[in-house]
C-alpha cells in the first residue's frame, strides 16, 4: 500500500456552482500545521482552520492568571504521572522550590510567550531531551513580521552574525554582538539555554539548539520589538558601534553561511561514504541520522554496501562522522554496530518490550566486519540513539573520538507522549521509558566526552574549515597510531 502525502492531498468540497477544496498546509518545520479553503485558485483566508481545532491566536492577547496556574499545574501532573525519572536530575525537593518560584511568578495576565519562558525552564529541570515543552505551529501564524534579522553563531559563549537578512550584508559576518535591545549576549544566552530542555545540563546542546532556532527562541523569550538596538563589534575594528535594525518576517529570516553540499554516495543528503582520493587505504562514512524508522531496508543495504567496498578496496583507517545526528531507529544503530564491533556485545541493559526485546542479547557481528582503526567525530548535537551507539563504542574502546562532548548519553527516555496543554494549548511531550545502553560507569547526566577534544572556532566556521575532520586525517597520516 502506498504512503499517502499528506501535504499534497486535497479534498473536493461537493458544490456543482464553485471549484473549492481543502488543502493540508505544512509549516516551516515540514509539519502539517492547519487546512485552508481554496476556492476558484484562490485561498479563502477567513477559512483557513488550525488542527489543534481553535482559530489561531494573537501573540499579544494575554491569557487570564488563573488559566496559567492550571496549565503549569498540569505540566507538574503530567510529569509526575508519566516520566519514568522526573526527580532524577533534579531532587523532589529543588523541584517543589522552582515549581513554586514560577507558579509566584504567574502574577497576572501573560502572553503565550510570556508564559513560556516561566514554563519551559520547569520542564527543562527534568533533564531529559526528549520531555520538553514547544510551541504550537499556529502560533507564528498570526506573529507579526518583527524576527531578528541576523544569523548567529553562538561560539565559546560568544555570538557572532553568519549572515543578515539584508542581501547588501549591512552588518558583515564576523560580527560579533555584544547587546541587543540593553540585554547582553551572554544573558541571553543564559535565558535562552534555561527554555531548551537537554539530557542533563548540557551546555554545548543547549547551545546548538539555540544557534539552530535563534530568531524563534528570541521571540518566544522577549517578543517582537518594533526595533533591535544592537551594540557590535566589526571584526576590523577596535571599537564598538550601535546599530538599528528592523525585524523581518519569517520567509526573510536569514539561515547559517551557505554551504555546498556535494553529491553523496546513496543519493540520500544523510547518508554517504568515500575512499579518500589520495589514500586508497582510508574511507569517511558519514551518517547524519538514523533515523529510518520507514526504510530500515534501505539504511541497511547503504550500510552493507559501503562496508563491502571497504573490504574490497583494502580501507585500514575509517572515519565514521557522526556530526549532527540526532538519533533515530535502534534497528539502524545496531546493525551498524554489527561491523564495528570484535565480538557480539549486547545494546541494550535489559530487555525492552517489542521490537527491541532481542537488543539485549549479544548483537551478531556481521560477515565483513572492520578490523581496522576507527575514528568516531562528534559534537554536541549527537543526541539519543546516538548517545546509546557512542557510549557503546567508548566503553568497548572501539575507536578514538575526536570533536565535542555530545549531547546524547548512555540513558535516554522516550517514547513519548504529547499533551497538549488545556488552557494555552502549549504542547507538552512526555518521555515514558528509559532505555539505557549495556555499560557500566559512564556518568549519567553528561555526554560521550571526546578523546581528543577538537571545536571549531568562528574563523573556521566563516572560512568553511574542518579542523575536526583535519585532526582525523592527521592522525592517519601518522603510520605509528594515535
Keep these: 500500500m502506498r504512503p499517502v502525502d499528506l501535504a499534497g492531498l486535497k479534498f473536493k468540497i461537493d458544490d456543482p456552482d464553485k471549484d473549492q477544496s481543502a488543502v493540508f498546509v505544512r509549516d516551516r518545520d515540514g509539519k502539517i500545521s492547519a487546512l485552508r479553503l481554496v476556492s476558484g485558485g484562490r485561498e479563502n483566508v477567513g477559512l483557513r482552520v488550525p488542527l489543534s481545532g481553535r482559530a489561531p491566536r494573537p501573540v499579544d492577547m494575554p491569557f487570564a492568571a488563573e488559566d496559567l496556574r492550571a496549565d503549569l499545574l498540569q505540566i507538574r501532573r503530567s510529569l509526575e504521572e508519566t516520566h519514568p525519572a522526573v526527580y532524577g536530575f533534579t531532587g523532589k525537593e529543588a523541584f517543589d522550590r522552582l515549581y513554586e518560584a514560577q507558579l509566584a ?79 547582553s549576549a551572554a544573558g541571553i544566552l543564559k535565558d535562552l539555554q534555561s527554555i531548551v530542555s537537554s539530557d542533563g545540563s548540557n551546555d554545548g546542546y543547549k547551545t546548538a539548539r539555540v544557534n539552530a532556532r535563534f530568531p524563534y527562541l528570541y521571540a518566544t523569550r522577549y517578543g517582537f520589538p518594533e526595533e533591535f538596538v544592537v551594540e557590535a563589534l566589526p571584526p576590523d575594528r577596535p571599537t564598538v558601534q550601535t546599530l538599528r535594525l528592523r525585524g523581518v518576517e519569517r520567509s526573510r529570516i536569514p539561515t547559517g553561511p551557505a554551504v555546498e553540499k556535494p553529491a553523496t554516495s546513496s543519493g540520500d543528503p544523510d547518508l554517504d561514504f568515500r575512499i579518500l ?38 580501507v585500514r583507517d575509517l572515519i565514521l562522522d557522526l556530526r549532527g545526528n540526532g538519533g533515530g531507529d535502534p534497528f539502524c544503530t545496531t546493525h551498524l554496530l554489527g561491523y564495528l564491533e570484535p565480538r557480539p556485545v549486547p545494546y541494550f541493559a535489559r530487555v525492552y518490550p517489542t521490537p527491541y526485546e532481542r537488543f539485549a542479547e549479544p548483537i551478531p557481528r556481521a560477515a565483513g566486519a572492520f578490523e581496522g582503526r576507527l575514528f568516531i567525530l562528534t559534537d554536541a548535537r549527537c543526541f539519543s540513539s546516538t548517545g546509546h551507539l557512542g557510549a557503546l563504542l567508548k566503553y568497548h574502546r572501539i575507536g578514538t573520538f575526536i570533536g565535542a562532548e555530545t549531547g546524547g548519553t548512555y ?12 488552557k494555552t494549548r502549549l504542547l507538552l511531550a512526555v518521555a515514558r521509558m528509559t532505555f539505557t545502553a549495556a555499560v557500566q560507569g559512564l556518568p549519567r547526566y553528561r555526554g560521550i566526552v571526546p578523546d581528543i577534544a577538537v571545536e571549531p572556532g568562528f574563523a573556521d566556521i566563516l572560512a568553511g574549515r574542518d579542523p575536526v575532520m583535519e585532526r582525523a586525517l592527521s592522525l592517519i597520516a601518522r603510520k605509528g597510531g594515535v
Design 277 to 314: 582520493p589520495g589514500a586508497p587505504s582510508a574511507a569517511v562514512l558519514t551518517i547524519r541520522t538514523f533515523d529510518y524508522y520507514q526504510e530500515t531496508d534501505k539504511f541497511k543495504g547503504f550500510i552493507d554496501e559501503s562496508f563491502d567496498r571497504l573490504r574490497r578496496a583494502g
Design 411 to 422: 540513558e535516554c527516555n522516550d517514547a513519548r507522549r504529547e499533551i497538549h496543554l488545556e
Design 105 to 183: 511568578a504567574l502574577d497576572g495576565p501573560k502572553t503565550l510567550g510570556e508564559f513560556y519562558a516561566i514554563a519551559a525552564p520547569l520542564v527543562a529541570a527534568v533533564g531529559c531531551g526528549h520531555t520538553a515543552l514547544s510551541i504550537p505551529a499556529d502560533y507564528w501564524q498570526t506573529a507579526p513580521p518583527r524576527f531578528f534579522p541576523l544569523a548567529l553563531r553562538i561560539v565559546g559563549g560568544r555570538a557572532y552574525v553568519v549572515r543578515g537578512a539584508d542581501p547588501a550584508e549591512t552588518v558583515r559576518p564576523g560580527t560579533e554582538v555584544m547587546s541587543i535591545n540593553g540585554r
